[in-house]
């Protein structure tokens, strides 16, 4: 089955805690984002990566860390600066940045603060 | 900066009725514009893609139309059904880059 895999679906942090949601994909992807989504709005962008060992800030970057050391797994860390954490998480993939490719979604993980 | 804005924010409506999402964007610069459709607490799913240069696409009891120089795409869906409740997202990818810039989606009910 090819496809993006994110994990835990849910998650909870206690204050001051550095959390970390795990996307992987299994579609040869060269590109992955990490998305948060709050009620009522739509996605934002936190930090993007276009290739492994690569990555850019999003709109929404502060409190958040990302990692791309293989091509298949970009996780991103909640980190304790990031003040109000409580959202969903999505996490996206797409075949390279080209205009014309598109973004595949993973199932999100949805992060609540204790 | 773009700016994508979905009208209405909710909406509900009796099964069989044809209904309309509106989407509107502020920077007409745009490379393709895409309707997305998410059911609670799951991911997107892609439902139409719409390239710059199209006026719209067609999947099933989904029409999906552009018109860029006014900044506006809707969502037709047609004989609407219990199944079709759910949000409903527009995303546009600027022609200068790759990211998407979302709306805040249309939260759609169809009751039996």
């Known amino acids: ?42 996605l934002r962008l936190i930090y993007y990566s276009q290739i492994v060992n690569d990555f850019q800030k999003g709109d929404i970057a502060e409190g958040y860390s990302v990692s791309r050391e ?33 973004q595949y979604f993973g199932a999100g993980t949805r992060l609540s603060v204790l | 900066k773009q700016e994508v804005t979905q009208i209405p924010a909710a909406l509900s409506v009796p099964e069989g009725e044809n209904l309309v999402l509106n989407c509107s964007f502020t920077d007409s610069a745009i490379y ?12 997107l799913t892609s439902l139409l893609l719409i390239q710059s240069s199209q006026r719209e696409q067609t999947s099933g009891r989904l029409n999906a139309s552009l018109d860029k120089s006014s900044g506006r795409s809707t969502l037709y869906i047609a004989a609407s059904q219990p199944g079709d409740s759910a949000t409903y997202l527009c995303a546009v990818k600027g022609a200068s880059g790759s990211r998407l810039t979302f709306g805040e989606g249309t939260q759609l009910t169809v009751n039996p």
């Open chain 2, 32 to 43: 393709n514009l895409q309707w997305f459709r998410q059911d609670p607490g799951k991911g």
């Open chain 1, 70 to 102: 293989k091509k298949e797994s970009f996780p991103l860390t909640v980190t304790s600066a990031q003040k109000n954490p409580t959202a969903f998480y999505l996490c996206a993939s797409s075949i390279g940045q080209n205009l014309k490719n598109i």
């Open chain 1, 1 to 42: 089955d090819g496809g993006i895999t994110q994990s835990p679906k849910y998650l909870f942090r206690k204050e001051g805690q550095n959390v970390t949601l795990s996307c992987e994909q299994n579609l040869n992807h060269d590109a992955m984002y990490w998305y948060r989504q709050d009620p009522g709005q739509g």
